[in-house]
């Protein structure tokens, strides 16, 4: 009996050795490998390849500090936990190099003070207490750390675009040197402020680079801000220079002036079409017009009131359709454009012509105007918008073109809008920042964040696909929408009532017998 005792003692210990070597051996594994079954459209709730390729590169401690206070509403509590499961991930991800830490700063005055020197502030936010309304001051935000270098991001409000924040942050502070972009602005009135804002989060910016000098040899890529005259002989030479010896050129260039105001419209004359044909890009002298597109206010009189109407304009036509073999626009939802025109390879003109690729292509119910130019709004005025029956245009290309005596290639990409990269037009669009974005991480071999730009934009209104969708069958769907719900909870409702009928009938039954 002693001797089966002490047996089932040993058992028992071996047993338990065992499952504790298991579990060491399992937790130790899972540190650094595991499996996340992400069933979302665009995978945003796990790490991409992009973020686990550049935390990779990181050989060094690297420190997040998080500052959240803890007692959160409750969308910003998810927010919370969306972040530590994406940063758990990086520091899985980063061989043991990244490591994260989450405070409350609430809790201790001495975290608060370190969180405000690090340049995240409280914010306040209306929660609803014990049946009121107050105010509270909470921290939503995390700095990085890196050898000497330090990134902020002060408050973090939504999930949507954090990982490509923290992924383009730590990139940047990895990085050992900058690429240079210069932007060539030659018209008054341009500016590019938002654009810039981002380019400086990666890169070295140099805005209103002279053109009229020799482009320094530390510039990678020039962006050409659309311009109305002619270049002069030494900004030609120049320009022609820096494609000859390798550098890449995104260029942002309208073929008709437009005056809105007016609605007036005219070709520019300008050597820089010259130019461009030299190289195989050529643009159409017309405007091009597509079902899918922007609307404008109208002032229209109602009645004794003069009011604005919005107006679909297919002269800013929003671009759907891209050429998804292409990293640059693969992923991409949407791009808005202001008086574009048509783009063809023109190979007749260029001797140095390697490839052209379109990228942009306009809807297939899509039409052109040129020579006279009837810009009115109103589709009552301007029969041209109830004829839009034409294949697509192709409105953004890229080509490579090489130099004939050294056989150098650059890369040169075009989209016939001037507006693209300002303020004033397309700079002030997320999606067309991230195609601009995409662009010159190309232009530079480096096509690690291009995914994730894309990744969380999504821009999926009941408009229409690149073919269009006609006003009625919008309208069915939304009706289809509201009503289709309470039906099916209907449905539900009598046969749950049918089902209970059925079953108190049988006990009835039951209990008559």
Not at 206 to 227: A, K, M, Q, V, Y
Not at 234 to 253: D, H, K, P, T, Y
Not at 344 to 355: C, F, I, K
Request: hydrophobic share 40%; aromatic share 8%.
């Amino acid at each position: 009996m002693e001797i089966m005792i002490i047996n089932n003692k040993k058992s028992t210990l071996i047993f338990s050795a065992i499952i504790l070597v298991a579990v060491i051996f399992i937790n130790l594994i899972g540190r650094n490998w595991f499996v996340r079954f992400d069933l979302t459209d665009n995978k945003m709730y796990s790490l991409s390849s992009s973020s686990k390729s550049v935390v990779k590169k990181i050989d060094d401690l690297f420190t997040i500090k998080v500052y959240f206070s803890a007692d959160l509403p409750a969308q910003y509590s998810n927010n919370k936990r969306y972040l530590q499961d994406i940063l758990e991930e990086y520091t899985a991800y980063s061989s043991g190099n990244l490591r994260f830490e989450f405070y409350s700063p609430e809790n201790e005055e001495k975290i608060a003070e370190e969180a405000q020197k690090y340049g995240i502030q409280p914010v306040q936010l209306q929660v609803i207490e014990n049946d009121k309304v107050e105010i509270k001051k909470v921290y939503m935000g995390l700095v990085l750390l890196y050898e000497d270098k330090r990134e902020v991001i002060p408050v973090i409000q939504t999930s949507t675009g954090l990982e490509y924040d923290i992924t383009t942050k730590i990139k940047s502070m990895v990085q050992i040197q900058k690429s240079s972009i210069g932007i060539v602005s030659l018209q008054e009135g341009i500016t590019n402020e938002n654009l810039t804002r981002f380019l400086n989060e990666r890169y070295t910016t140099r805005p209103n680079l002279n053109l009229s000098t020799e482009i320094p040899e530390n510039i990678d890529i020039l962006l050409f801000n659309g311009i109305n005259d002619s270049l002069n002989t030494a900004q030609e030479s120049n320009l022609r220079n820096f494609i000859a010896r390798g550098g890449n050129v995104f260029f942002s260039q309208n073929r008709i002036n437009v005056d809105i105001q007016t609605q007036q419209a005219n070709p520019i004359q300008s050597n820089i079409f010259s130019i461009l044909d030299s190289y195989g890009l050529s643009i159409k002298e017309n405007l091009v017009l597509d079902q899918t597109c922007n609307q404008v206010n109208v002032q229209q009189q109602m009645g004794p009131f003069r009011m604005a109407v919005p107006m679909d304009y297919p002269f800013l036509p929003i671009v759907k359709k891209f050429n998804q073999s292409e990293v640059t626009v693969n992923g991409l939802e949407s791009i808005s454009l202001i008086f574009t025109s048509e783009i063809q390879a023109d190979s007749v003109y260029s001797d140095n012509l390697v490839d052209f690729t379109p990228l942009l292509y306009t809807s297939n119910r899509s039409s052109s105007m040129s020579e006279f130019y009837n810009l009115n709004p109103d589709p009552k005025t301007n029969p041209v918008f109830n004829q839009l029956t034409e294949p697509s245009k192709v409105v953004g290309a890229r080509c490579i073109v090489a130099d004939k005596e050294t056989g150098i290639e650059s890369n040169l990409t075009l989209v016939s809008d001037s507006q693209l990269f300002s303020d004033q037009g397309g700079g002030g669009s997320q999606n067309n920042i991230i195609f601009v974005m995409n662009t010159i991480d190309y232009m530079l071999g480096d096509s690690e964040l291009i995914a994730l730009r894309s990744r969380e934009i999504l821009d999926r209104p009941l408009i229409g696909d690149a073919e269009g969708v006609s006003n009625q069958t919008r309208l069915t769907w939304k009706i289809i929408n509201m009503l289709l719900p309470t039906l099916l909870i209907i449905i539900l409702g009598v046969f749950y009532r049918r089902k209970q009928n059925n079953k108190s009938k049988t006990l009835q039954a039951i209990y008559e017998k």
